[in-house]
């Protein structure tokens, strides 16, 4: 099946300046993150103008049934991924289009017709799909180039293990047009491994951060809008959930934690591209050990069963040898070459 979620994408210069005109005579509710609010006002002040509700910050069942209490004609998400996942996610169950506007460069949550759901303390549980919701997303340059740096870093990661995982789910071609189609934009996102993304070139918002971040926002959503199941989540994404059941392991970004899985998926796969990942991980300061991570060696059992149900959840092609991802993640312990 192909969806996609997006009717219109405006990345733009002052691409904010066009809301009012986009909400016209409807009652608009705006959800707001914490911190990335007060920069989108900043930016635009009449934003301040429309209503708005606090989000407490993990999209669960429990603030998307929180936020289902208001009923605006549409619903206006301001703030990163975990904010837009629960947007879209109250926009679909009450039947009301949705405005994006992303105030960081972290994930393709702005692009895709799914949510992904945690408990209230951050553990993955599962994702949920859906028609398209989102209306428009507006991507305001002044406001992204001014965005945490290292949440731009990790949505490069995030947006480059499309291909990857792509890649190890359906292989480098498919006779599916929609797989296809997925794989190819894939490929273009694998490629972003050869542009540098050092906080100067982001911050100068050149030619080449701003084909990134439309990779970051929306091609890469796009990916598992055309090739669904065949271009989504592997390994990968299977490392990143259980990774997020320790503790230790919150005070990474998504990004961070699904790259370190895309070293275990290679690993297990023995691809030729591994060290081409590892390297460039490092080169970026991506964490690339446990010990990075916070997970101690008598952890490592427990992560790997968590890693093999999650594997199992997501109906993932089985594990082989869970004896052979225990040695890769003993091996992974600690950093052995810079």
């Known amino acids: 099946m192909i969806r996609q979620a997006v009717l219109e994408y405006d990345h733009s210069h002052d691409a904010l300046e066009d809301l009012h005109t986009v909400i ?60 837009i996942d629960t947007a879209k996610r109250i926009a679909f169950t009450q039947s009301v289009p949705l405005i994006v506007v992303p105030t960081l460069v972290s994930n393709c949550a702005a692009f895709t017709p799914l949510s992904v759901i945690y408990t ?66 894939a490929a273009q996102c694998g490629e972003l491994m050869d542009l540098s993304i050092h906080e100067q070139n982001f911050r100068h918002y050149g030619p080449d951060i701003r084909y990134l971040v439309d990779h970051v926002l929306a091609v890469g959503g796009a990916v598992g809008g055309f090739g669904d199941a065949g271009t989504r989540v592997a390994v990968a994404h299977a490392v990143h959930n259980a990774l997020s059941r320790f503790d230790s ?58 890693i093999v149900e999650e594997i199992t959840i997501q ?14 993640l003993i091996n992974l312990q600690e950093v052995v070459y810079k």
Request: contains cysteine; charged residues 25%.
């Open 249 to 306: 392991t919150h005070q990474w970004l998504h990004g961070d934690k699904v790259g370190f899985g895309l070293i275990v998926q290679e690993r297990l796969i023995r691809s030729d591209d591994t060290l081409l990942l590892e390297d460039w991980l490092q080169s970026i300061d991506a964490p690339t050990s446990l010990t990075q991570l916070g997970i101690r060696p008598d952890q490592v059992e427990e992560l790997v069963t968590s």
């Open 120 to 185: 209230e303390e951050g553990s993955y549980t599962r994702y949920d799909t859906f028609p398209v919701v989102i209306e428009r997303v507006i991507a305001d340059e002044r406001l992204l180039r001014e965005s945490p740096y290292d949440y731009f870093k990790a949505g490069v990661i995030d947006t480059v293990a499309k291909w990857f995982e792509s890649r190890y789910i359906s292989g480098t071609t498919s006779r599916d047009a929609g797989i296809q189609s997925g794989l190819s934009l």
């Open 315 to 328: 109906g993932i092609r089985n594990l082989e040898d869970s004896e052979q991802l225990k040695e890769i």
């Open 24 to 83: 016209g005579n409807r009652e608009a509710l705006i959800l707001r993150g914490l911190n990335g609010y007060g920069e989108a006002v900043r930016v635009s002040p009449c934003l301040a103008e429309i209503p708005s509700v606090r989000f407490y910050g993990e999209c669960s069942d429990e603030e998307i049934n929180r936020l289902n209490a208001y009923r605006p004609d549409v619903w206006i998400a301001v703030g990163g991924g975990k904010l």
